[in-house]
């Protein structure tokens, strides 16, 4: 690391599974001492130790059934508190200056919407000081503090949040970002096991590969970074792997159509069946369901017969029970004739900035799907995502059909194969 | 509590056992409760659960051999918040409206000593508007901040100070400790089973019977209360005692020589034997301990013969490894003959500020030892307590001798005995 190249400042964030234990603090310990020995500027952020923040969770649960939002958050954001005073105490024993800073010492101002404040401010003060006096700053993550000086967290994975933004607040050259995770694939190797590591991506591939990304990355994160342009480096913290370079928009010899291929499994698809055609129906549906918090991704209307409308859409498994009732309420009021749900779906998607301009990426895809005999339920894209609604059971065969079909399959497999 | 009564400001504190679980928060949630709705104004002082602050020690012990000072407290600051958090969530869910406070946001300044720092100045802003606005304040014990933010703790038992020196800011009507411990007895009940509970006893009493007062109050706090004039009302969580008021001079009927008896098992004496009786030698010796922060208790210096002198001191027990060095430098530096070091010895006392110009009282002590066939080897006094040491294997019958003495056996047990 670094040897003979200009010296950086860096952020180095390292997430609960990295820091679970006391040995795992250690080893964290000496990671960073290598980063400061080649010279670099560190700054550096973790995340509470392994699952100590569900204990916290556990202890309020024992006591309350709706805790008070600032008090949650002034417990859990102790977790971090405490991996940051155990890693700066063991920096500073092996030789390396080092101190603890908590979201507010490290100047984190956020909103009062807690549990998942917003960062509103960043002063780069006490961490400028720190490095400019030679000592590596240990910040809290996932915390900040309100003008009032109370502690807000924002919100679970918000370490990343932390690391991203003070990389930004301090125009650092790049903010790593180490967990039990090598990087972002190709797929999940866990589908597909042809799956490769991918060395770079933009950070809008990142955001459309949200299924990966919510195991490499958080994605209010990744958008902070773009919005910022802040180089993200994620890697694993124990494996001496390469990892992803994810960035505005990676220079690469030859673009392929396709970087990735991601799946969700945790979609359901909702008809409503007959609906009358008449202007006003999908915005009354559509913003019935916003008010109540529910997502809607993939939407297809259709004329069926005799000016009725069929209109499917596709919403998280999660938000099935709370949107139940709501639907049944538009069906009536919209004088619909039935309403279908199948929480049985998933969606595989193909994700690529090259695929920009590329006509016949879509044909590929769907060929690929019809020579697996695979059906395609629905289908949504943006500019460099496609998206198609299969039926769960077909799920992980999708996903290797495709990523096959774009040539994404490890070098030697692909050899196997041919 | 509070029937009938004036609606007071009250600071109550609650140790570590009073909080160890969930089950004990909601407790002690209940009877901050009962003091509100009794319309009293209430500041809480917690402590951290149970022996949550050893698994923190024993995580940085696993990683360092001598932590940082600074990263020491942050780390045992943790603590507290997540006590006053839960705390503070539980009253609120029970409809007391309630808000947790780090020491920092409480306006608790303190020194930069971390480990042991003092409390230099505490602004009684914010706990006040908080009053004011109908919240009861929960503040996290044993920390404050520095002038630069840095969180650092008042070291073990540190929360008895947090409180009393809050009471004295606020200028609260009382100080209430509440701990497992239902308040001061006559002497130790584990070693003098006739012991009884006193229901007062003045602050130079109380700062007497330190080794008792160890378990019911941390003597710094005791002091600050003294210079303060803050009453303390110590008493048991979870029985319902009347417990023990601490005040300047409390008003009693017939004042008894003496109020309470006392026991220090961990003393150890130290003899430097032949040393020749010249000016400063009591200084050279006495100095260099002091420099090496060795605590020195009682003093004799008896000419033994020939112009050489034979010099006795007590010091704490813990302190006898850091102490041998030290007495042996001194006796080779100033010439002496010997040293002797008995760490099997232990200190009975008898405190009570009615012994002020009562003569007879040691007399009486000396006579109750002697009855009991108990060899004294050394004396030493203040104004209100006479100490001797004696054997360590006759420690525990000399308190239960000198306690039947003065009276303070409980009435029952009195008449059996009579």
């Given amino acids: 690391m670094g040897k003979g190249l200009l010296p950086l ?22 990671k960073i001492q290598q980063a400061v020995e080649a010279g670099h500027q560190v700054v550096v952020v973790a995340s509470a130790m392994g699952d100590s923040t569900d204990h916290l969770v556990d202890l309020a649960g024992q006591l309350v059934a709706i ?3 600032r ?16 890693l700066a105490m063991t920096l500073e024993q092996n030789g390396v200056p080092a101190r603890s800073f908590s979201g507010g010492q490290a100047g984190i101002k956020t909103s009062y919407d807690f549990g998942r404040a917003r960062i509103e401010a960043i002063d780069p003060g006490p961490l400028r000081r720190a490095l400019a006096a030679g000592i590596t700053p240990v910040v809290a993550g996932f915390q900040g503090v309100t003008d009032s000086g109370d502690v807000a967290t924002l919100g679970r994975g918000g370490s990343d949040l932390t690391a991203i933004a003070l990389a930004g607040a301090l125009k650092a050259d790049r903010c790593e970002i180490y967990s039990d995770v090598a990087g972002v694939y190709t797929a999940d190797p866990r589908i597909v096991p042809n799956a490769t590591p991918l060395s770079s991506l933009s950070y809008d591939e990142m955001l459309e590969l949200a299924s990966q990304g919510a195991q490499v990355l958080q994605t209010q994160a990744v958008e902070y970074a773009k919005g910022h342009q802040v180089v993200i480096h994620a890697r694993s913290t124990f494996l001496d792997e390469p990892g992803t370079q994810i960035e505005a928009e990676p220079v690469i010899a030859v673009k392929p159509a396709v970087t990735a291929v991601a799946l969700n499994r945790h979609v359901a698809k909702i008809g409503l ?24 991704e993939l939407v297809i209307q259709s004329l069926s017969h005799d000016k009725l409308n069929d209109i ?4 998280s498994e999660h938000d099935v029970p709370k949107a139940k009732p709501i639907v049944q309420e538009c069906l009536i009021h919209l004088k619909g004739q039935s309403v279908i749900i199948d929480d049985k779906v998933a969606k595989v998607s193909a ?25 395609i339920q629905m289908i949504g894209t943006s500019e460099i995502k496609i998206s198609c609604i299969v039926d769960r059971s077909d799920a992980d065969r999708a996903l290797e059909h495709i990523h096959h079909a774009f040539g994404l399959d490890g070098t030697e497999d692909v050899i196997e194969d041919d």
Same sequence: chains 1, 2.
């Avoid at 400042?9 to 997430?15: A, D, I």
């Avoid at 008090?71 to 155990?86: C, F, H, K, W």
């Avoid at 499917?312 to 919403?315: D, E, G, S, Y």
């Fill in 351 to 375: 994700v690529g900035s090259g695929m920009l301009g590329r006509p016949g990426v879509a044909a590929t895809l769907f060929q690929a799907l019809a020579d697996a005999g695979i059906n």
């Fill in 312 to 315: 499917a859409f596709t919403i």
């Fill in 67 to 69: 805790p008070s939002g």
């Fill in 9 to 30: 400042l860096l952020v180095q964030k390292f997430g609960g599974s990295s820091v679970a234990t006391a040995h795992h603090i250690a080893e964290v310990a000496r």
């Fill in 273 to 296: 069946l007959g609906v009358p055609d008449y202007p006003g129906v999908a915005a009354y549906l559509f913003s019935s369901l916003a008010n109540h918090g529910i997502n809607v």
């Fill in 71 to 86: 008090e949650m958050d002034a417990l859990l954001s102790t977790g971090e508190l405490v991996t940051v005073a155990l």
